[in-house]
């Protein structure tokens, strides 16, 4: 089983940053893919981005890519999501995710899930 805690969300207003942490439980095997997600207020939960905890490849949502950077420090069982140039349309719940095998952009290949950390951000 694992384990994971959001932390890093908050309040900010448009074109200023966040980092969001995730910190698991154990270590994660090298086949563990991570991946963050968020759901808006009566939206479906939507894939944001993905890493591989062994390799560090990443990939990314459209309205990820070139303002939100994926990384992780093995480490510290740890996963984070730099967060650049937010707008108001990034407001919304993130979840981090734990997939055993691999990385994935859909929730249903998700096994673990965090309590999820709000992102507001103002106009």
């Known amino acids: 089983q694992v384990q994971l805690v959001e932390s890093g969300g908050g309040l900010v207003q448009a074109g200023d940053s966040l980092t969001l942490s995730c910190a698991a439980s154990?270590?994660?095997?090298?086949?563990?893919?991570m991946g963050w997600f968020r759901q808006a207020p009566g939206l479906e939960r939507e894939f944001v981005a993905a890493?591989?905890?062994?390799?560090?490849?990443?990939f990314y949502a459209v309205s990820a890519k070139g303002r939100f950077t994926i990384s992780r420090d093995n480490a510290k069982n740890t996963a984070y999501l730099q967060m650049n140039s937010l707008k108001p349309e990034d407001t919304a719940a993130y979840y981090c995710?734990?997939?055993?095998?691999?990385?994935?952009?859909?929730?249903?290949?998700?096994?673990?899930w965090g309590q999820g950390t709000q992102v507001i951000v103002s106009s």
């Open positions: 995710a734990a997939k055993r095998y691999y990385t994935g952009s859909k929730t249903s290949e998700y096994d673990y």
């Open positions: 154990g270590r994660i095997a090298s086949t563990y893919g």
């Open positions: 890493i591989s905890w062994s390799t560090g490849n990443t």
